[in-house]
């Protein structure tokens, strides 16, 4: 059973069964394999794809311009995702949508991710090298001392590291969706996606654990599997957030179904 809850700025956001992590990849491959839906979404994520290498290798911005991009375009495939959840082919067109009225927040949100994605990687250098420094100056136990204790540093920065990570990866999943679908401002958008993410954390390891398994799945035809699994992570994303956050239309059809569409 789910239930609907709120959060302290009013935002509704649903609990759900940890097997709904299964739901949402399931209907997922659905929609993807659904008359008129496969070869869309395969050529706006090779695009997709295109695009954020390309900004990526721009000199000295390239990876704060692939954020900003990265956030606009998977806005648009939100869209496509509500479309082909409603049973409708979307237009390759989709794909640019987030450049419309929601491009500011959307940049806004994909940047703010990046900043707290940046000054978590630069903590994790700075302790890193602090850490190296200290096993160094405490090296009078020999190399074996040494060797113990920077395994010791490097792992534990590398645990907390990912630890930071994490928050961070929940607040970005549901967001662009918020900005785009329901023209939430981003900071909003950012909190609400954290909070009916960290509300739902068994589905959600569910969800990442069978991502794992479906992402090596993917990898082994030389990476070509990621051409087809990519748009079931979109479109599974959306499934989440309607079941999570609520939209336009049903996320699951059938008994597991989840919150219902008037949830806005």
């Known amino acids: 059973m789910s239930s609907t809850v709120q959060d ?6 649903g609990r759900v069964p940890a097997g709904r992590g299964v739901d949402w990849w399931t209907q997922g491959f659905r929609n993807l394999f ?5 070869g869309v979404w395969i050529g706006m994520v090779v695009v997709f794809i295109v695009i954020a290498i390309v900004a990526q290798v721009v000199p000295l911005v390239g990876s704060l311009a692939g954020a900003a991009l ?34 500011g927040p959307l940049v806004i949100a994909g940047l703010l991710v990046w900043v707290a994605s940046f000054v978590v990687g630069l903590l994790m250098v700075l302790f890193g090298v602090g850490g190296l420094m200290g096993s160094f100056g405490s090296a009078m136990g020999g190399m074996r001392g040494l060797s113990m204790s920077l395994g010791v540093g ?9 630890l930071l990570f994490i928050p961070i990866s929940l607040a970005a999943w ?5 900005v785009m679908l329901r023209g939430i401002p981003p900071v909003e958008a950012l909190k609400a996606s954290l909070a009916a993410s960290w509300a739902n954390l068994g589905a ?21 599997g990621w051409i087809v699994f990519l748009p079931v992570c979109f ?25 219902s569409a008037n949830m806005s």
Request: proline fraction near 7%; charged fraction near 5%; charge should be neutral.
């Open 174 to 178: 549901f967001a662009p969706a918020l």
């Open 154 to 162: 490097a792992l534990a920065v590398l645990l907390v590291g990912l």
């Open 70 to 103: 990265s956030f606009v375009m998977t806005g648009g495939l939100m869209l496509a995702a509500r479309k082909s959840t409603a049973g409708t082919a979307p237009d390759f067109q989709d794909l640019f949508a987030g450049f419309g009225p929601r491009l």
């Open 34 to 38: 659904a008359p008129g839906m496969a």
């Open 204 to 224: 959600l390891t569910v969800y990442g654990l069978l991502f794992i398994v479906f992402s090596i799945v993917a990898s082994i035809p030389f990476g070509l």
């Open 235 to 259: 479109l599974s994303t959306y499934l989440a957030y309607v079941d999570l956050l609520g939209d336009a239309v049903p996320a699951v059809a059938g008994p597991s179904a989840g919150i």
């Open 8 to 13: 302290s700025t009013g935002m509704a956001y």
